[in-house]
């Protein structure tokens, strides 16, 4: 007789965390339950509060798994570059961004659901701010060895709401399909701008 195996723990809130993702994509954030979430698992709603305690920690989990998704995309991406000049690291961080991790249905849903909830959950919006500031240092540290650091800031703020627009307006389009192509081009181009800009500010310097 085959006894069933018993799953490490980090198997089993894995597989909680994505049968929590797939409620939030069926349903919405704020209809989800821990009983829909257990049924989901095909786990009795003990297990998932043995887990994560409350509805509340479960989407605290939720939430720092897709930033952890989002960071070591990020890592990935910027590993793989086989020049790694600030221009193409910034590019890289703009792959990860748009990365089908990101950008598939349920990735999506949940994330438009988290954003709006982390302004009424004060967790959910600590966790809110450290992903936005994130975003923003990775940039400015890139761009801050392209440019002056007045304008690198200014320039990674810039990129960083692009990404953030362009992203939202996706997630908006409804039965449409995301083009993450066309969102990466027009990314691609904000980085170039900033780099035709500089160079046209030092070449005017020179030439004083």
Same mark, same amino acid.
């Given at each position: 007789?085959?006894?069933?195996?018993?799953?490490?723990?980090?198997?089993?809130?894995?597989?909680?965390?994505?049968?929590?993702?797939?409620?939030?994509?069926?349903?919405? %954030?704020?209809? $989800? +339950?821990?009983?829909?979430? *257990?049924?989901? &698992? =095909?786990? #009795?709603?003990?297990?998932?509060?043995?887990?994560?305690?409350?509805?509340?920690?479960?989407?605290?989990?939720?939430?720092?798994?897709?930033?952890?998704? %989002?960071?070591? $995309? +990020?890592?990935?991406?910027? *590993?793989?570059? &086989? =020049?790694? #000049?600030?221009?193409?690291?910034?590019?890289?961080?703009?792959?990860?961004?748009?990365?089908?991790?990101?950008?598939?249905?349920?990735?999506?849903?949940?994330?438009?659901?988290?954003?709006?909830?982390?302004?009424?959950?004060?967790?959910?919006?600590?966790?809110?701010?450290?992903?936005?500031?994130?975003?923003?240092?990775?940039?400015?540290?890139?761009?801050?060895?392209?440019?002056?650091?007045?304008?690198?800031?200014?320039?990674?703020?810039?990129?960083?709401?692009?990404?953030?627009?362009?992203?939202?307006?996706?997630?908006?389009?409804?039965?449409?399909?995301?083009?993450?192509?066309?969102?990466?081009?027009?990314?691609?181009?904000?980085?170039?701008?900033?780099?035709?800009?500089?160079?046209?500010?030092?070449?005017?310097?020179?030439?004083?």
């Amino acid at each position: 007789m085959n006894k069933r195996r018993v799953k490490p723990e980090h198997e089993r809130r894995e597989e909680i965390i994505n049968a929590a993702y797939a409620v939030i994509y069926e349903v919405g %954030l704020s209809n $989800t +339950t821990i009983a829909q979430i *257990a049924k989901k &698992a =095909q786990l #009795s709603t003990g297990i998932v509060s043995h887990y994560f305690g409350d509805k509340q920690g479960l989407i605290h989990s939720c939430m720092r798994q897709m930033l952890k998704v %989002l960071a070591e $995309t +990020t890592a990935s991406y910027k *590993a793989q570059v &086989a =020049q790694p #000049s600030p221009e193409y690291l910034l590019k890289a961080i703009i792959d990860a961004n748009f990365d089908i991790s990101q950008v598939n249905n349920t990735a999506m849903r949940v994330w438009l659901d988290f954003w709006s909830a982390s302004m009424h959950l004060p967790d959910l919006g600590r966790l809110q701010r450290i992903n936005d500031q994130r975003l923003y240092s990775n940039l400015k540290f890139h761009f801050l060895q392209l440019m002056p650091k007045s304008q690198a800031s200014q320039a990674a703020k810039g990129l960083a709401a692009l990404i953030d627009g362009l992203w939202l307006r996706g997630s908006l389009s409804g039965h449409q399909a995301f083009d993450r192509d066309l969102a990466r081009s027009i990314a691609y181009d904000y980085v170039d701008m900033q780099l035709r800009l500089i160079q046209q500010i030092r070449q005017e310097q020179q030439n004083e």
